[in-house]
């Protein structure tokens, strides 16, 4: 599942993930409960992550946003849902 993910990333995120396993790991992590889920907001994906920060969540939602593999949308001004962009559906 992770190598045919990271395979449809775009080249610029592809050179972050090779530069960083430890990124690459939490990348993984996070499309892998949305693979699931339609959408969740995201202090719920930081609590089905544990072994992270909130910091290193966010940065890799980030980064999967920019690379166009999530959606980020903000329903109310308090929260963010996170879901995956059809992009990153397989």
Known sequence: M???L????????Q??????????????AVLSILR?????HIEQLVRALPAYTWR??????DVLRKDAVLTVTQPDQLS???????????
């Open 2 to 4: 992770s190598d045919h």
């Open 6 to 13: 990271l395979g449809q990333r775009k080249s610029k995120g």
């Open 56 to 61: 290193q969540v966010f940065n890799a939602v």
């Open 80 to 90: 963010y849902r996170i879901g995956l962009s059809r992009a990153g559906h397989c």
């Open 36 to 40: 699931d889920q339609e959408s969740m």
């Open 15 to 28: 050179g972050r993930v090779r530069g960083n396993p430890a990124r690459a790991l939490i990348e993984v």
